[in-house]
């Protein structure tokens, strides 16, 4: 287990040293650097001025170290270690002792992707729950990863030759071929089929990404285009190749009338995307911004 890097000093308190944190996560070449949780705590700080970040760290402690306890249980019980029980390990830790679950009634409450409210209110979207599985596995040094199947996160964790797709929205069911086929028709629609892609592994820069565009997808339509640009911005920050953030920019500021920050943000992104397509339907939206600067 990597204790020295998971159990690193707090780099960060307030909401301004959150934000310098993620900035710091920009300048990593590693992935693997990216410390999951902190990172996931930070992206709720900015949002949560005020709020003592050090109580969220110590949950997280304690069950790392319940999981401990209860993988060292059921092998003094002679229990076989293999990939299942791994799972149930973390199922009962996760889904038993500490009661956290899928918000399936208020599925889109901007709560759910923001990892601090997550913690205070057991609840969450597949990938704010995913990175909880991503994070207490790692920690005990198990093989896990989060996959880039669409509109649904799922995780993997493997041992030697064995692999296990779990869906932590759902209590880490194990999710077959027939079930991922159901789900992604119930997602992107009854014609849909599997591709190999979608069993790629993502990192933990593109975990982040993910879980920082849930909250901003629910900020936009909450018409909150304020908070919906700090998140623009705090994705820039710790993933500065995600160019289209500066399109996200250019629209929201423009809603709120920030004609100049508008033309700001379009003029990067049209500098950055690789596009032609992209560089022209942003180019329009920036002359008819520009006119009303005249």
């Not at 650097?33 to 969220?56: C, K, N, Q, S, T």
Request: aromatic share 8%; proline share 2%.
């Amino acid at each position: 287990m990597d204790e020295a890097r998971q159990d690193s000093p707090a780099q960060f308190q307030s909401s301004e040293e959150a934000l310098q944190y993620l900035r710091n996560i920009g300048f990593l070449t590693n992935d693997a650097d990216i410390d999951l949780a902190e990172a996931a705590l930070a992206l709720g700080l900015i949002f949560l001025p005020g709020v003592h970040i050090d109580r969220y760290r110590q949950h997280l402690r304690k069950m790392s170290e319940h999981v401990q306890e209860e993988y060292r249980a059921r092998l003094r019980l002679e229990e076989e270690d293999n990939l299942h029980l791994r799972v149930q390990v973390l199922r009962k830790i996760i889904h038993e002792a500490h009661d956290y679950q899928g918000d399936d009634k208020n599925y889109d409450d901007i709560q759910n992707a923001n990892f601090i409210r997550v913690i205070e209110r057991r609840k969450g979207l597949p990938v704010s729950l995913g990175i909880l599985y991503i994070i207490l596995a790692r920690k005990m040094g198990w093989a896990c990863d989060g996959l880039s199947f669409p509109g649904h996160f799922l995780i993997r964790m493997e041992l030697d030759s064995e692999r296990l797709i779990l869906d932590p929205f759902r209590h880490g069911c194990e999710m077959n071929a027939a079930s991922l086929r159901q789900l992604l028709k119930s997602i992107v629609g009854q014609k849909a089929e599997l591709s190999h892609n979608y069993y790629d592994t993502v990192s933990n820069r593109e975990i982040l990404v993910r879980l920082e565009n849930n909250l901003k997808k629910r900020l936009i339509e909450g018409e909150d285009y304020s908070l919906a640009i700090l998140a623009a911005e705090a994705i820039g920050a710790f993933s500065p190749d995600e160019y289209r953030i500066y399109l996200d920019k250019g629209v929201l500021h423009a809603k709120l009338g920030q004609n100049q920050q508008a033309v700001t943000a379009l003029e990067a992104y049209i500098a950055k995307t690789p596009h032609a397509k992209e560089k022209q339907h942003a180019n329009l939206l920036l002359q008819q911004i520009k006119s009303s600067l005249d």
